[in-house]
Every structure is written in structure tokens, then in C-alpha cells.
């Protein structure tokens, strides 16, 4: 693989945290409050973001809301068409997610094929009553037909860029960039 | 990362970070088996085949439930019912599974390298499940995983391997496994039962048992395979007991928090006393943990495609 350059910066940290914020209230005023919710982050870079709306929520809405991470490497549908597999990271959810209203938070919205696989996922866990989708940034070029009930930014890009979020969590700068050769 | 070959044979001359890569995969696994739907749809639509020409319980069964769980199909099929009992070749009966479109062929047979003999005339991927005197890398896989589960570490531990060295696949395979993982390996048992030459792959021999397990992290009890006694190999299994059985006595005297393994089935009161067993053993953790790695050892050998890599 040729090295890809940086060709764009789209969000900045205040950005992001500008997004989330926004993202936080969306999810409240949708749900009427914060009562049934549960926040499922996917592996890896929902996780993060998951984590942070939880906060948010809880400074705007004075209550805890259960965080939860998710790992789809097993409900991929790609096995055996890639080179190599992601080592699964842990899926840890440690709220019943039965009657629950469950956001699923992941960084890029991009062919949906994780979406689909994470919604699987969860329905081996239980019964939620809603399933909710909050993405930081919509790239576009969907493959199945989802779409984000939470967007921090829709971002129109060519399918051989890459879209990179870089977060604090993971060390080094926080920002979101467009890569391409 | 993805692992080199399409098939598992053995862990000698395996790769510390393809190893690595197996163990790190089982971890996630692992968690499958303690949800209450203990299924995952990842191997949905491969056709895994358990082609047993020796008895099995634990390992056939673990085979079988790590297939299951990644929601492939899986067949079993062992020699007293299949049509090696009519004079078929071992070679036939697996082109003849091949030709119904299997994946994955596991084989277990008396015959070291019989695993590796179908992997070369085989498109499926073949998992070797025990072949004669030689490997048995996914038992040394759980063992290497138990290990560091227990320890956080492999690297720089010590792990005394007791009893019929010479018949034990299970050992062949854990000297190698934990020598590529940086682990040092001390090896005990009768003279006749120990190999010529063994020192060759970096373990140590030792003849006294208390001096073998001083200071150890953990010691693997080997089964004494009481159907080779008539070869003459020791002189009783009362003696056997005394000079190479584990007991609370001896695993006192080795030190604290050693572990104690066993990589079934058990003789008690022969290699391991009751008591330890029950009491200070692993036995059932490896037994658990062994799903969750030949899970691991399927899903890598179904991934990446080997053409392209």
C-alpha cells in the first residue's frame, strides 16, 4: 500500500467536541431524556466517543447512562475475502439490554456493512426496544440501506479516501482528516 | 497479521507472533462461551469435519462445540464406524470428504504425520488433532493460553513437563511452543520414557522429579498411558507413582502458587494425586479455555485470503 497523505483537516478537537455536544442534546431531546438509554460504543473508534456523549449526557441531564463497547470482527461478512483479520477486541456490556434504547455510537458511517453487523451483535444479547445510530462522520457510499439517526458532520468523499479520526484517548493530536495519495 | 499456512500440523518452527496472534484471538473467543446465546455467526456456511481415527472424548467434543459456536457445520467422523473399517485408504476418505465440499478437516490419527500427508494433497485447511508420538498443537496452544492467563506471561517462565515424555505428543508440542514463546522447559521421567536427543530443542532433562519442579511456575502432568505398560518401559505402576506422580507433599516442596496441569484424561493416584487434582489443578480451566482456542484456530485458518496474501 502506498503511503496516504493528509489532503484535508475536517474537524478540529473544538469540532468534535462541538459535534458530541450537539449529538448529546439530539439523543435527549429524541428520547425525552436520558431514562431508557444505553450507549453501545464499536470497537475500536466508537468506544471513545461512546465514553464521552455518556459524560456529556449526564452534565446536561444530571443522570448516569450505562456505556457499553462492542467488537464486530465475528459478525463480519467479509472472513476469508480479506487479507488478514483485526484481532477482535472486547465486547463488554454491563447493562441489560432488554427494553433499552440503544445508541450505537461509531466514528465513520461509511458502507453500513459494520452497522449491520454490530445490530446482529446486539440482538444476541437481547431484545432492545429501539436501536439508535449516532456516527461522528457520514462519509457517504452506503452498500445497505442504513442511515445515522445522530451525524456530527456529513462529509462528501471519493471511495479511495480515507476518512481518519484521531482522538486524545489514543494519544497524540485529536482531529479529523481526509487521507489520499 | 494472518497466519502463513492453510493448515495447523504442528507448533514446531511456528512463528512467536503467529502463536501470538492465536492466543490474542482466543481471548475474545473465549467471552462467546460465558454469553447465554453461546453462538456467533462468523464460520456461517463452512463445513468442518472431525475425521477421528483414535478415541476422543474431550477433544473431538471441544472440536466440535468450537465449530458450532462459530455456527459452521460440523461432522464427526470415527474410524469404527466409517469405511477405513471396510479396508478404505486414509487418502480416499478424505478426497471423498473433500468431495462433498468441506472446509475444514480435523484428523486425529495413530500414524505421526498423517496430518501433514493430507495437507499436501488437500484443498481443505487440516487441523492437526493429535498424530501418533509427534504433535498435538492445539492442546499446547491451550496450555500455552491457560498459562498465560494465569501468569500474564510467557516469556522468561519455567515449566517442568513430568512422565512418558517419548509417547507424548502433548509434550512434543508444548516444548516447542513454549521455547518460541521465550519460556524456559525442564522435562523428567523414567530413562526409557524419555527421548534420545531431547535436549536438542533447548529443554533441559532432568532424572529427580523434586529437583525437576523446584521453583517452577507451573508443571504439566503427563498421562501414563497404561496400555504401552506391557512394552516394559517401567517396572510398576506403584513405583511410577512414588518417583513421578504429583502429590500435596511434592507440590509443597516445589514452591508457592505453582500450577498444576493435566492434559486429560486423568489416571489419579498414578501421575497426580486426587487430591491435587481436585484441589490445586487447572485440569478444568484448560478444558474450557481449549474451545475458546480451537475457536481462535478455525476463524484464522477460515480468514485471509491465502492467494492474495
Same mark, same amino acid.
Given at each position: 500500500m502506498t503511503q496516504q497523505k493528509?489532503?484535508? !483537516?475536517? !474537524?478540529d478537537s473544538t469540532g468534535i467536541e462541538r459535534a458530541l455536544t450537539r449529538i448529546s442534546h439530539e439523543i435527549l431531546e429524541k428520547n425525552r431524556g436520558a431514562r431508557e438509554i444505553g450507549l453501545i460504543g464499536i470497537q475500536r473508534g466508537g468506544v471513545h466517543l461512546a465514553h464521552r456523549l455518556a459524560v456529556k449526557i449526564r452534565e446536561i441531564e444530571g443522570a448516569p447512562v450505562p456505556v457499553g463497547s462492542l467488537d464486530i470482527t465475528m459478525y463480519r461478512d467479509d472472513l476469508g475475502t480479506r487479507k488478514s483479520q483485526p484481532v477482535p477486541q472486547a465486547t463488554d456490556i454491563p447493562f441489560d439490554i432488554q427494553d433499552k434504547v440503544i445508541v450505537l455510537v461509531d466514528d465513520v458511517l461509511f458502507t453500513g456493512r459494520t452497522i449491520r453487523a454490530a445490530m446482529n451483535s446486539i440482538m444476541d444479547y437481547g431484545r432492545p426496544k429501539r436501536i439508535q445510530l449516532a456516527i461522528l462522520v457520514d462519509r457517504g457510499h452506503r452498500e445497505l440501506p442504513i442511515r445515522a439517526d445522530f451525524v456530527g458532520k456529513n462529509l462528501p468523499t471519493s471511495s479511495k479516501e480515507k476518512v481518519e479520526v484521531m482522538l486524545a484517548e489514543d494519544g497524540g493530536e485529536e482531529k479529523v482528516v481526509i487521507l489520499g495519495e | 497479521m494472518a497466519l502463513s499456512s492453510k493448515d495447523l500440523l504442528g507448533l514446531k518452527g511456528m512463528p512467536a507472533d503467529e502463536i501470538r496472534l492465536i492466543l490474542d484471538t482466543a481471548a475474545t473467543f473465549k467471552d462467546v462461551s460465558e454469553r447465554d446465546i453461546k453462538k456467533v455467526p462468523t464460520l456461517r456456511g463452512k463445513t468442518v469435519i472431525n475425521l477421528f481415527y483414535e478415541a476422543s472424548t474431550r477433544t473431538r467434543t471441544s472440536f466440535e462445540l468450537a465449530g458450532k459456536r462459530l455456527s459452521a457445520d460440523v461432522i464427526n467422523i470415527s474410524t469404527s464406524t466409517s469405511s477405513a473399517a471396510k479396508g478404505e485408504t486414509l487418502l480416499d476418505t478424505a478426497r471423498n470428504i473433500e468431495a462433498m465440499k468441506s472446509d475444514i478437516i480435523i484428523v486425529r490419527h495413530s500414524c505421526s504425520g498423517a496430518p501433514h500427508f493430507l495437507a499436501g494433497r488437500l484443498e481443505s485447511s487440516i487441523i492437526n488433532a493429535g498424530d501418533g508420538f509427534h504433535e498435538h498443537p492445539t492442546q499446547a496452544l491451550l496450555d500455552l493460553f491457560t498459562l498465560r492467563e494465569k501468569l500474564g506471561r510467557l516469556e522468561g517462565i519455567t515449566v517442568a513437563i513430568v512422565g512418558d515424555i517419548l509417547h507424548s505428543r502433548v509434550a512434543r508440542s508444548n516444548i516447542y511452543g513454549l521455547i518460541a514463546m521465550g519460556a524456559r522447559v525442564r522435562l523428567c521421567g523414567p530413562p526409557t520414557m524419555m527421548p534420545a536427543g531431547i535436549e536438542r530443542t533447548g529443554a533441559e532433562v532432568y532424572r529427580n522429579m523434586d529437583e525437576a519442579i523446584k521453583g517452577v511456575q507451573a508443571v504439566m502432568m503427563l498421562r501414563l =498411558?497404561?496400555?504401552? =505398560?506391557a512394552a516394559g518401559l517401567f517396572p510398576g505402576v506403584r513405583e511410577y507413582a512414588r518417583l513421578y506422580g504429583m502429590n500435596r507433599a511434592r507440590l509443597e516442596a516445589a514452591g508457592k502458587g505453582v500450577i498444576v496441569m493435566h492434559p486429560g484424561p486423568m489416571n489419579r493416584g498414578v501421575e497426580i494425586a486426587s487430591d491435587v487434582a481436585d484441589n490445586d489443578s487447572v485440569i478444568l480451566e484448560q478444558v474450557t479455555n481449549g474451545v475458546a482456542v480451537r475457536m481462535a484456530v478455525m476463524f484464522l485458518l477460515s480468514g485471509g485470503n491465502k492467494a492474495e496474501a
Open positions: 493528509e489532503k484535508a !483537516l475536517i !474537524l | =498411558q497404561l496400555e504401552r =505398560q
